[in-house]
């Protein structure tokens, strides 16, 4: 019952004397108002929503207190604040969904697939398979995933400077033979057959 003298009453499951307005109204109740205040009733609600989902083998989240200037990533579970999101003007809270971290992640994840129709485990499954070093000159660690501009074919995971440098030699086995050549010694120069005429090496 409510206490007339002091404008409170006994919650009947923590025990705990509040003010009337901790508790809901019920008409049912000689004084009005719910034997529950509202914060148990709300933890038992709660409670027996988890137990119907978990029932159901789905999995509910945890309620995550969030201070005013900040969100929760659903993605990382991390409370961040307003300036480590995205705007997304069409949000009830103008923020993206994922914090600016998770979005770059799923973008490279999204590109990986779109571009190369590789996962980021059969990424790295390529490069465990190359000893963790770029194809081409067997010490940076590779970044780049290289593939056949004609038919789409994935070759391997490239450094930097190597994929930019057979990207550049327009991925011509020939033009990187003669790059090779050059190195290797002087089998590329033309040789002077008669004044002013040179001849091409075959």
């Given at each position: 019952m409510a206490?007339?003298?002091t404008s409170t009453k006994r919650c009947g499951k923590c025990g705990r004397r509040l003010l009337l307005a901790a508790f809901a109204r019920d008409r049912n109740r000689s004084d009005g108002l719910q034997a529950h205040c509202r914060e148990c009733v709300a933890e038992y609600s709660a409670a027996h929503y988890r137990r119907r989902q978990e029932a159901k083998g789905r999995t509910v989240r945890e309620s995550v207190v969030v201070p005013p200037g900040h969100k929760l990533c659903r993605t990382c579970g991390e409370v961040k604040p307003h300036g480590k999101w995205h705007r997304n003007a069409t949000a009830s809270d103008g923020l993206s969904t994922r914090c600016k971290v998770c979005r770059a992640v799923q973008g490279r994840q999204d590109h990986l697939k779109r571009?190369?129709?590789?996962?980021?485990?059969?990424?790295?499954e390529l490069i465990a398979s190359q000893g963790g070093v770029c194809c081409i000159c067997l010490t940076a660690l590779p970044r780049h995933v290289d593939h056949c501009h004609e038919t789409g074919?994935?070759?391997?995971v490239?450094?930097?400077?190597?994929?930019s440098a057979i990207g550049k030699l327009g991925d011509d086995p020939d033009a990187v033979r003669r790059a090779a050549a050059y190195l290797e010694g002087t089998s590329w120069k033309?040789?002077?057959?008669?004044p002013g005429v040179y001849q091409l090496p075959s």
């Open positions: 206490d007339e003298a571009q190369y129709g590789l996962t980021e485990a059969e990424r790295d074919r994935v070759r391997g490239l450094c930097f400077n190597c994929n033309p040789t002077l057959v008669a």
